[in-house]
C-alpha cells in the first residue's frame, strides 16, 4: 500500500489545482467585441495625424463591407494607416474615382499596418473595410505621404 506523507499531498494537490487554472484560463473566451469601446482603444491604437483625407473606425459584426466616401480628395500620394483587434484580418478595398486602386489588409492583433497609396486623378475616394473573421473592431486614416 502506498503511503503519502502530508508535504506529497500537497504537492500533488497543488499541481492539480494549477493544472485546472491554466485550463479554465486558456479556455477563456476573448473580450467581447460587440461591447467594445472603439474610440478609446483607437486613441491607444492609432497615432494621431494631420491632414487627414479620410478616416473611419468602428465594428464589424457581420461579413458586410463598411464604406467610408471623401467627396474631392486630390490626386497624389497617401499612406494608410490601418489597426484592428479581435483576431483574424480586417481589409481595405481602396477606390478612386470608382476603380478600385489598391488592396490592403491589417492583422487583427492591435499591431498598426501602414501602406502607400497612389491616387490617380482628383475625385471620390472611398474604403470598403470588411472581414471574413468577424466579429472585430477596426480604425483608419489617410493622409497625404511625407517626402
Not at 1 to 16: D, K, P, Q
Not at 31 to 52: F, R, Y
Not at 117 to 140: E, H, N, Q, R
Amino acid at each position: 500500500m502506498l503511503n503519502f506523507s502530508s508535504t506529497g499531498r500537497r504537492a500533488g494537490l497543488v499541481a492539480i489545482t494549477a493544472a485546472a487554472l491554466l485550463g479554465v484560463c486558456g479556455c477563456q473566451a476573448p473580450a467581447n467585441i460587440e461591447n467594445a469601446d472603439v474610440p478609446a482603444w483607437k486613441e491607444k491604437i492609432l497615432p494621431s495625424a494631420s491632414g487627414v483625407v479620410l478616416e473611419d473606425s468602428g465594428k464589424i459584426l457581420n461579413r458586410d463591407p463598411l464604406v467610408k466616401d471623401a467627396p474631392n480628395v486630390p490626386a497624389g500620394s497617401y499612406t494608410l494607416t490601418m489597426a484592428c483587434d479581435g483576431g483574424g484580418k480586417a481589409y481595405f478595398a481602396v477606390s478612386s474615382g470608382g476603380n478600385k486602386i489598391a488592396d490592403a489588409a491589417a492583422a487583427c492583433n492591435g499591431s498598426l499596418d501602414v501602406v502607400k497609396i497612389k491616387v490617380p486623378g482628383t475625385g471620390a475616394f472611398s474604403i470598403a473595410t470588411s472581414s471574413v473573421d468577424a466579429p472585430l473592431i477596426f480604425a483608419y486614416h489617410v493622409v497625404p505621404a511625407t517626402a
